[in-house]
């Protein structure tokens, strides 16, 4: 038994995404490959190569896998994935873009955003929004797997000595190209890997005022959120979304400002390990939740806080 | 240019869905049913399309039993020209809606399918990337702007550290983000309109695809419930907590 690791990272570094993927296949019990496709991509397959528990690394270093573009990724990993029983990728935006063409590559299901691995066929996984939690039991001999990464600890990125073997194989499907990008720079935490994460909701009034957390942010080395309320409202860019349909998210701390607590929220942040919540209406479901609940204007709150933090 | 749209019915994003008792399945009995919201905004995006000249004809095509003719409906009544109803017992899985799918595509030939990103009952996120592969085309997933310039669709996309802005050649599916529109309300004589409009049922053998099953659900069960805490007076006991009692600052 076998199983293919897809590399979550940017050429230069590897994602910790990749590490919480590495521990979820280890609960499959079998040998584990890492698979990095990029574009001058030596960096991440060196730092790959150090993750403990790690076979071999395979680095597919081509100038078509430079942007991650699923068209031409989803072919090479059909083609080096035949050889494994599993396939396994941390639920990332890459990987949610990639993997399904993959498992229809392949002509399989995928098991997407599994949180536990019950046997080596059987997964648990929400559904519903986290209202429910399935036991799904695949029946393909080969299985395409995405991981949520909050519900598997990151394995350790040093201790391991993998051998590194290139793979000679340029899939250019020829149908899409890499246009730009704006990605957010910031010199805050991603969200997904915050020990403490601050958010403001639709009580945060405008997209000005989310100032107020950024204070505490700072103080706390902490990732700032928002609910999607907030995001609609077009306060901060969809990039920040807790949630549902936004990122999942399950740090030490995470701190809801101003938001109500809709099961689509609550979806996005709900295990994390002590949730505060701050907001002026006492009955808001958020305080359901919450281990520490603050009844008051976070206009008063927030200075506060920061203050005396 | 046709357009071709994917809707599903799934329940209503207000209703909180539990498991049954005996874990044999979640609990949808009397539970208010509607167009899954991801669709909704696909639908908007391809009126829009329409309304704006580019596009000539909107399809909408749903996969399951006779139920999900409402949504049809529904889409049709916001601005669709047309629908289609694959006919199958109750619920699929991806793998087998994007076959189905890419039979539709097979007949109908669009330039662009648009679909929602994932639905809100089975949170999969699967079918569009799955078409795309099927049927050899380019992907424009968790779409925040969609432009047509000719052969290509230009396709901003929502990812993890913001936005990302990839070149589709024709023909393109495209998966939807919360942000790429807000659909409209349809309007009563448009409801009463979209009753005359044509509904074609196709079965899964008239597409030539075979029903098949991957997964099988073994049980269900309600999350780990988290016990509501405490309510602190002000700042100061609030700081206090977490310094002293659960020790996260």
């Known amino acids: 038994m076998s199983t293919l690791v897809i590399a979550e990272h940017d050429n230069a570094t590897l994602k910790g995404a990749t590490l919480n993927a590495v521990t ?14 990029g574009a001058g991509c030596d960096a991440a397959a060196q730092a790959a190569a150090a993750v403990a528990g790690v076979n071999k690394v395979l680095v597919a270093d081509n100038a078509p896998y430079e942007h991650q573009l699923a068209e031409n990724v989803s072919l090479l990993i059909a083609e080096v994935g035949a050889g494994y029983d599993y396939i396994v990728a941390a639920a990332t935006a890459n990987a949610k873009n990639t993997m399904p063409r993959v498992a229809a590559l392949l002509d399989v299901a995928q098991i997407s955003e599994i949180t536990s691995v019950e046997s080596p066929d059987t997964f648990k996984r929400p559904i519903y929004a986290g209202n429910v939690i399935a036991t799904v039991k695949s029946t393909d001999a080969k299985k395409v797997i995405t991981v949520r990464g909050t519900a598997f600890d990151a394995a350790a990125a040093e201790g391991g000595s993998a051998s590194i073997e290139a793979v000679d194989s340029a899939h250019d499907a020829g149908i899409s190209s890499f246009v730009g990008e704006e990605v957010a720079v910031s010199d805050r935490p991603e969200l997904t890997a915050a020990s403490v994460v601050i958010s403001g909701g639709r009580g945060m009034q405008n997209g000005e005022n989310f100032k107020l957390l950024e204070g505490i942010a700072d103080k706390l080395n902490a990732a700032i959120g928002a609910s999607r309320a907030a995001v609609d ?5 969809n990039d920040m979304q807790v949630g549902q349909t936004g990122k999942i998210v399950a740090p030490d701390l995470y701190i809801a400002v101003g938001i109500s607590g809709a099961i689509q929220h609550l979806a996005g942040m709900k295990d994390s390990k002590v949730i505060v919540a701050i907001n002026k209406d006492e009955d808001a479901p958020i305080f359901q939740v919450s281990d520490y609940g603050l009844v008051a204007d976070l206009f008063d709150a927030l200075p506060e806080f920061e203050s005396k933090l | 240019m046709k357009v071709l749209v994917a809707v599903k019915r799934v329940v209503d994003y207000n209703v909180k869905v539990r498991a049954k008792a005996d874990g044999s399945d ?48 529904t889409a049709l009544a916001l601005g669709a020209d047309r629908g289609i109803q694959v006919e199958t017992d109750g619920a699929v899985e991806p793998l087998v809606v994007a076959k189905l799918l890419k039979g539709v595509v097979e007949k ?47 396709v901003t996309r929502e990812v993890d550290g913001g936005l990302q802005t990839v070149a589709l050649k024709l023909p393109a599916i495209v998966t939807t983000d919360l942000r790429l529109n807000e659909p409209r309300y349809a309007s009563l004589p448009n409801i009463m309109k979209a009753k005359k409009k044509p509904l074609d049922v196709f079965t899964p053998a008239d597409l030539g ?41």
């Open chain 2, 209 to 249: 695809v075979e029903v098949t099953t991957h997964l099988t659900q073994v049980s269900v069960e309600p999350p780990a419930e988290r016990q509501a805490g405490i309510k602190v007076e002000d700042v100061d006991q609030l700081l206090d907590k977490l310094k002293n009692e659960a020790k996260v600052i």
């Open chain 2, 26 to 73: 979640v609990d949808l009995n009397n539970v208010k049913m509607a167009i899954n919201p991801f669709c909704e905004i696909a639908v908007e995006e391809a009126v829009r399309l329409k309304e704006a000249g580019t596009a000539t004809e909107v399809i909408a095509v749903s996969v399951g039993d006779k139920a999900c003719q409402e949504q049809i409906r």
């Open chain 2, 108 to 154: 109908e030939q669009p330039q662009l399918v648009i679909l929602g990103k994932q639905s809100i009952d089975g949170d999969n996120n699967q079918t569009g990337q799955m078409l795309g592969a099927l049927a050899g085309m380019p992907q424009g997933t968790f779409a925040s702007e969609v432009v047509i310039d000719g052969d290509t669709v230009n």
């Open chain 1, 233 to 237: 409202a077009g306060f901060v860019p």
């Open chain 1, 24 to 37: 979820a296949a280890q609960a499959l019990g079998a040998d584990i490959d890492i698979l990095v496709a």
